[in-house]
Structure formats: structure tokens, C-alpha cells
């Protein structure tokens, strides 16, 4: 969804996203049915908008421990000043919006994707570390089971495992 700066007002634009099923990623799985996104715009000027939006989702994504999808409850609000460069070059910046310390994003042309925005600010509240739970007892290292629907008997034979016996070895020879 693309919006141009000429279609935005001085007083501001407000758009609501309640479906944002159309945002997928490599990370995410899908977006809950329960997504919601606000978007406002105003207009500074003929090559600055500004932008702040929040997002309520629940994006499906793969816990780093057991490999299996959960939903992540996100929420996030953003604030960004977008800036049309290219022609404009010999602007000059205004010092009121450096002070303000708003992240800057530099256009090309003079119109903003919405929804690009909005799946690279859910990218952006990821957690590095995902796991579906701090109880998750993660997969395991020898049969690839998960552990937190099946249990294996691994860890009473770890001490067989080539493994085990290698460390055993290493442990000698110190
Ligand atoms: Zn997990
Ligand atoms: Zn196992």
C-alpha cells in the first residue's frame, strides 16, 4: 500500500490495518488473525513526512530450542521522519527535526509503502533469542526428539554415546 505525499495532509492521515495476513517473511511464519496496525502520517513540508505508528500481532515464528512454530505476542510503537533526497540534495536539513533525534528514512521518490514499513518494524521487534517458552526443554542433541512432547532415554545412555566416550578420552589424556 503505497501513499503518496500529495495525498497526505498537514493535520494528518490516520490508516488502520486489521488483516495484516499479507506480511510474511523467511522469520515469519504468518501473523495472527488478531494483527492490528495504526499508521499516522503528517506532511512537514513537500519532501517530509512524518510517521509514527504502533503494532499489536501475534507473528508465528520457529523457537531457536525445540524447532517448533509459536506465536510471539508483539507490540511496538515507532516514530520515523521520512525525507525525499535525490533532487532535493541542496536542501538545507531544519534544525528543530535534527533535535529531535527521529530515525531519518531517505526516499527516492516521494511516496511511502506502508506495509513494507510495518513488516520491517515487526522484523525489527523480533527477539534475537525466540523460544516459545522459558520452560522449553528444547530437542534432543542425540535422537532429535522434542522434549517437551516426548521423552528419550538419551540422556541414561549419553555415557555410550561416542560423545561421551570422547570427552572420557580427552579428560585421560590431561
Ligand atoms: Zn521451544
Ligand atoms: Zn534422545
Same mark, same amino acid.
Given at each position: 500500500m503505497r501513499i503518496r505525499f500529495?495525498?497526505?495532509?498537514p493535520n494528518g492521515n490516520r490508516y488502520e490495518f486489521n488483516?495484516?495476513?499479507?506480511i510474511r517473511d523467511q522469520e515469519i511464519l504468518s501473523l495472527g488473525h488478531n494483527s492490528k496496525a495504526e499508521v499516522v502520517l503528517v506532511k512537514k513540508s513537500d519532501t517530509q513526512v512524518e510517521l509514527s505508528g504502533t503494532i499489536k500481532a501475534v507473528p508465528e515464528i520457529i523457537c531457536d530450542r525445540c524447532l517448533e512454530p509459536f506465536g510471539y505476542v508483539l507490540e511496538t510503537s515507532f516514530h520515523l521522519l521520512f525525507e525525499v533526497s535525490g533532487k532535493n540534495k541542496w536542501r538545507m536539513r531544519e534544525v528543530e527535526c535534527a533535535s529531535e533525534e527521529l530515525d531519518t528514512i531517505e526516499l527516492d521518490?516521494? %511516496?511511502?509503502d506502508l506495509i513494507e514499513i510495518i513488516r520491517q518494524q515487526i522484523l525489527l521487534s523480533l527477539p534475537v533469542k525466540k523460544i516459545c517458552s522459558t520452560e522449553c526443554k528444547g530437542i534432543? %542433541?542425540?535422537?532429535?526428539?522434542?522434549l517437551n512432547t516426548e521423552s528419550c532415554r538419551c540422556s541414561q545412555q549419553a555415557n555410550n554415546s561416542p560423545f561421551a566416550i570422547l570427552a572420557e578420552y580427552k579428560k585421560k589424556q590431561k
Open positions: 500529495s495525498e497526505i495532509s488483516e495484516l495476513g499479507g521518490e516521494p %511516496s511511502i534432543c %542433541s542425540y535422537c532429535g526428539v522434542n
